[in-house]
């Protein structure tokens, strides 16, 4: 089953911060976080290994919730190079490195 | 991180003819690849796992004597969409699994389009 990410969309000047969510209906090995821009193949940000870990790739980080079976993604003083569609490929116990993806989230940031 | 190429990046072709894309991954051996294709504005959908040296793994749903799948070595899968029909054009992308990063990196897409 898709993981269900939130919100959609979102619109954002340039600086100011956003959350993505990414929630599983199944206990989770890892989560991993991609961004892509039109037209191209998605580009890997992060992956989250263990429950409770943060990373971070410039400004912006994620978290894993093992517990709560959901990471987030957070843009800290977004730039204009962040637009995208973010997803969030969740990988089960029993998925043998496949990665189920969400349903994206695009972002947009302006001037 | 790590390269995987993807040939051709697009195509067009017309109705009943065979289409052959090719995923590479350029600096490290990948035993396992995968096959996304994805529909504007649409999320990735798995199509099937590409084990080198062995069958593919298909996803519910997915034919596979119309999308054949060959992994014959640690860097190279094909994917081969055959007798192809204008309902089987979209945005295929392919992915390699990098076991020392344990990440998926992913080709940089092939568009097809049939006539």
């Known amino acids: 089953q898709q993981p269900v990410q939130s919100p959609q969309a979102v619109i954002l000047r340039e600086g100011e911060d956003a959350v993505i969510n990414c929630s599983s209906s199944?206990?989770?090995?890892?989560v991993h976080w991609y961004r892509q821009k039109h037209g191209e193949a998605p580009v890997f940000l992060m992956i989250?290994?263990?429950?409770?870990e943060q990373k971070g790739h410039d400004k912006i980080s994620a978290s894993f919730n093992e517990k709560k079976q959901q990471s987030s993604l957070y843009l800290t003083a977004s730039q204009l190079s962040y637009s995208g569609t973010y997803f969030c490929g969740t990988e089960d116990a029993a998925a043998g490195n496949k990665l189920t993806f969400g349903g994206g989230t695009r972002v947009l940031v302006k001037p | 991180g790590a390269v995987v190429s993807q040939h051709p990046s697009w195509v067009i072709c017309k109705s009943g003819t065979s289409v052959k894309i090719e995923c590479r991954s350029l600096d490290f051996q990948a035993t396992t690849m995968f096959w996304y294709r994805q529909f504007p504005k649409q999320s990735l959908m798995l199509m099937a796992t590409?084990?080198?040296?062995?069958?593919?793994?298909?996803e519910q749903g997915v034919e596979k004597d119309k999308f054949l799948i060959n992994h014959a070595s640690l860097t190279l899968s094909t994917l081969t969409v055959t007798s192809a029909h204008p309902e089987d054009s979209s945005f295929y992308i392919c992915s390699a699994w990098d076991s020392n990063t344990d990440t998926q990196y992913f080709g940089p897409g092939t568009r097809l389009t049939v006539l």
């Open positions: 199944k206990a989770l090995y890892s």
């Open positions: 989250l290994l263990k429950g409770g």
């Open positions: 590409s084990n080198e040296g062995s069958k593919a793994t298909y």
